[in-house]
């Protein structure tokens, strides 16, 4: 008779723990252990406990291969989390460890294995191999490829977050706090329009200030103040909730006839617009991937779309400011070129309407495309593809909590026919998903990776690019740990190219999730280890530092509407003269508009109070040493990088702590 110690831990998050009846049988090479009842029903498998049991086989089982979990209802229906399961050996004192991290749904069976991360080559257990293929089998059936729409990445096949399986679900916990936080943001709207409604009228950017309580925050408390200010627009411009647009200008574009004369008095002494151009110090905004995008109707009112060309000059003194702007790609009589010794009141609108720009663009196409859906596909690839026991399954698990929910309500809820676009975004409607189309077709891989970004971009001698920075040392401490597992469990090019589940996976992604992209720029297969280990690096950065890079500020650049204005109610001037307070208000937000605009951006950008920081794992997929130990070389790369973030930010009055390594979450779950 052979004695087993068998040790179940229940999940932490609430409605976890079970009081069904749970049974365990230990499957070996040589045969199963009796199948054990675990429990009194009611009594263990509480939330967060860890219980222990002797199991016991007529025969020893040899080497365990799978422990197998099976849950039947005792009174009522109560699912059940098990985060893992540990076996202690009879008479060797060795203790093998089974993750499992999974809902048990019903009356159900599941069996998983140890816990060392293997390759299909690493298998030769006939046994363990149909367990591979099996589990594969079974999410293939659950997890499926859909198109939302035309000439968008490929997404999970749910209507709504209800149709996606427990595993991918929101927590209890994250479901009452997201849809708490949208409550309480819409009240205070609410509040506010009623406070509003009787008082005076909505006619001067002063006004702005009186939707401007409760809900704030520091940086958008200094937007408020310094909004207007040059220096500040050519700020956000690197490091903003959109720094990923600004660009050298080597030659001026034909459609922006900028004449030295016309920003002479922007230019530093003994210096003029062709010296500046030829010394890389011209930068340029173009938005032309806007032009000719359907305006939203909010209301029964047309609302307007403009795609601004603007120039901008990295003064010795003054730092980064704009010294042109042209509210439209076709230069004319009606579309001027806006300089800022024009009237005050006219250039600070014109920077409005390049503001607004930069709304959609940001929203859109860096956030939502460019980050959730991007990640997406690496997600349902991942589930489809690659069991339990894979190592690059465990290497991106984390990375993937809770993106499928929180996309599936973005669909549902913020970009779909009558979500919260439609209701206050320029873009909302027909124009959101022509825009998205627009930038899928141009997205290159190669956009992903932030060298090769910042490279083709020329912006690598801009001083006080925050972002920049940041996001190459997150690059490279990513990339380097990734490049550690890649190589820890393929000692060479040939092992990974002969992995069939790797190139499977791969597959998906390339040929499935970003279809409709012949110029995405994917090798046809991954022929190299550091192939992979770009590609994960691609997914993890996507997911964590390119998305705090993005939405973690949005509550902060956009708080203060007039900075960020969400849509425009009057057409762009044609004449500089005419541009009066008036004008200026009836272009701005509505207060309606105005209000949703804060609320939403404060829901969206907030911390997330379960947030899992990037590096830090609560669920313990990787049981071996040597992983573990990468793990913790990673670990205390992000901290030195946390400290010099800290250290760069002491004294400034504008801090730049968005891609700090403690604030940035470990997957997309908001």
């Not at 052979?2 to 998050?13: F, L, Q």
């Not at 993750?99 to 816990?115: A, F, H, S």
């Not at 205070?188 to 409760?214: C, Q, T, V």
């Not at 339990?388 to 929910?405: D, F, M």
């Amino acid at each position: 008779m052979e004695v087993y110690t068998v040790t179940v831990a229940t999940g932490t998050s609430e409605y976890s723990g079970t009081n069904n009846y749970i049974f365990v049988t230990l499957v070996g090479e040589k045969g199963e252990s009796e199948r054990t009842i675990l429990d009194n029903p009611g009594l263990d498998f509480c939330r967060g406990a860890v219980d222990q049991y002797k199991v016991t086989s007529p025969s020893p089982l040899g080497s365990l291969l799978l422990v197998r979990l099976e849950k039947q209802r005792y009174w009522v229906e109560d699912n059940w989390f098990c985060r893992y399961v540990t076996v202690e050996l009879p008479g060797e004192g060795k203790v093998l460890t089974f993750p499992c991290y999974r809902w048990l749904i019903g009356d159900t069976k599941v069996e998983i294995r140890e816990g060392a991360a293997k390759t299909v080559r690493d298998d030769s257990s006939p046994q363990l191999l149909a367990h591979r293929k099996t589990e594969l089998q079974e999410r293939q059936k659950t997890y499926r490829w859909v198109t939302w729409a035309p000439g968008i990445p490929k997404c999970i096949d749910a209507k709504t977050e209800a149709d996606l399986p427990q595993d991918v679900r929101f927590d209890n916990e994250k479901r009452s706090d997201f849809e708490h936080s949208l409550h309480y943001a819409l009240l205070e709207l609410s509040l506010k329009k009623l406070a509003i409604r009787f008082g005076k009228s909505w006619d001067d950017l002063d006004d702005f200030k009186r939707i401007f309580w409760k809900l704030r925050s520091p940086i958008a408390e200094y937007c408020m103040e310094h909004w207007k200010e040059d220096w500040f627009f050519g700020y956000q411009c690197m490091n903003g909730s959109n720094p990923r647009m600004i660009k050298r200008c080597k030659k001026l574009p034909e459609n922006f006839p900028v004449t030295p004369n016309m920003v002479q008095s922007s230019m530093a002494p003994r210096t003029d617009l062709d010296k500046e151009l030829k010394a890389g110090n011209i930068y340029l905004l173009d938005y032309v991937i806007m032009d000719g995008i359907p305006a939203n109707t909010i209301k029964g009112k047309l609302q307007h779309i403009a795609a601004p060309l603007c120039l901008l000059y990295q003064h010795p003194d003054e730092g980064l400011i704009p010294i042109a702007i042209q509210l439209g790609q076709t230069p004319s009589l009606d579309t001027p070129i806006f300089l800022p010794k024009d009237p005050p009141l006219a250039w600070l609108l014109a920077k409005m309407w390049v503001r607004h720009s930069e709304f959609q663009v940001f929203q859109v196409l860096s956030h939502l495309l460019r980050t959730h859906l991007v990640v997406e596909v690496f997600c349902v690839a991942t589930l489809r593809q690659l069991p339990a026991v894979h190592p690059i399954y465990k290497l991106l698990a984390p990375h993937l909590r809770y993106t499928l929910e929180i996309n599936c309500r973005g669909r549902t809820q913020l970009i779909s026919a009558n979500g919260i676009f439609k209701r206050v975004v320029s873009t909302g409607g027909d124009g959101l998903l022509i825009l998205a189309q627009r930038e899928y077709k141009v997205l290159t891989y190669r956009s992903l990776q932030p060298h090769n970004d910042f490279t083709d971009r020329g912006v690598f001698q801009l001083p006080k690019y925050f972002y920049r920075d940041h996001s190459l040392m997150l690059w490279e401490a990513i990339h380097g740990f990734v490049s550690g597992i890649v190589n820890l469990y393929y000692p060479s090019d040939r092992d990974m190219q002969q992995d069939l589940e790797i190139q499977a996976w791969f597959r998906d992604i390339s040929e499935e999730g970003f279809t409709e992209l012949p110029s995405f720029g994917l090798p046809s297969k991954l022929n190299t280890r550091e192939e992979l280990s770009t590609l994960l690096s691609v997914a993890i950065f996507s997911s964590t530092s390119q998305h705090a890079a993005t939405n973690n500020g949005q509550f902060d650049w956009c708080a203060w509407v007039p900075n960020t204005p969400c849509t425009m109610r009057r057409p762009p001037p044609t004449d500089k003269d005419g541009v009066t307070m008036e004008m200026i208000m009836a272009t701005l937000p509505d207060i309606s508009q105005s209000c949703v605009q804060m609320a939403i951006t404060w829901h969206l950008g907030r911390a997330q109070p379960d947030a899992i920081p990037l590096g830090k794992y609560t669920e313990d997929h990787f049981t071996e040493g040597k992983a573990q130990e990468l793990i913790d070389k990673f670990r205390r790369e992000l901290k030195e990088i946390e400290d010099h973030i800290l250290k760069q930010n002491e004294g400034l009055e504008l801090q730049y702590l968005f891609l700090l390594p403690s604030r940035v979450e470990n997957s997309i779950t908001i």
